[in-house]
């Protein structure tokens, strides 16, 4: 029976892989770590899901990857996880969805910049909603006011409204 410890080593040496440009080791080595007669204890397998679920999207094969994005979200529900399924959901034009995720990575992480500018992008892109992702962007920079992106998309939203 492999021991937890072991399990561990492992799971630091596929992070040091992901790290280090080696997605397909990595993320091999994570699918290991994520099979049932693995010892990887249990509160490290959210981790381990989320961090194969970028593994796979960086390696496009986001099927794959949303599969481990939605099993490491119901272990363990955090921002970054709805914010990587926000991503996903919004480049395959499932923005409702999108739209869920982003607003679930705000609710868990307030201060998430990333999260409401995205979220502000993905109103830009539909017809009607400027308004929306006029407040987005504002919110962005509410959360942080020096990200840059979320300056330059509320100046360009404003400047498309004609209100500057």
């Not at 937890?4 to 040091?16: G, I, M, P, R, T």
């Not at 992008?121 to 979320?150: I, K, Q, V």
């Amino acid at each position: 029976m492999p021991d937890a410890a072991a399990a561990e080593v492992s799971l630091q040496s596929a992070l040091s892989q992901l790290q280090g440009g080696d997605l397909s080791g990595g993320a091999a080595l994570l699918s290991r770590l994520l099979s049932p007669s693995s010892a990887l204890p249990t509160h490290r397998v959210p981790d381990a899901r989320a961090n194969l679920g970028t593994a796979l999207m960086m390696l496009g094969r986001v099927d794959d990857a949303e599969r481990e994005y939605m099993a490491a979200v119901e272990l363990r529900p955090t921002a970054l996880e709805y914010y990587n399924l926000g991503i996903l959901c919004a480049d395959r034009q499932r923005n409702e969805e999108a739209h869920s995720h982003y607003r679930a990575a705000i609710a868990l992480e307030p201060t998430s910049a990333a999260a409401y500018n995205n979220l502000g992008n993905l109103y830009r892109s539909e017809d009607g909603r400027s308004e929306e992702a006029t407040a987005m962007y504002r919110g962005a920079l509410l959360a942080d006011p020096r990200h840059a992106f979320a300056y330059n998309n509320l100046a360009n939203m404003l400047k498309a409204d004609g209100r500057v």
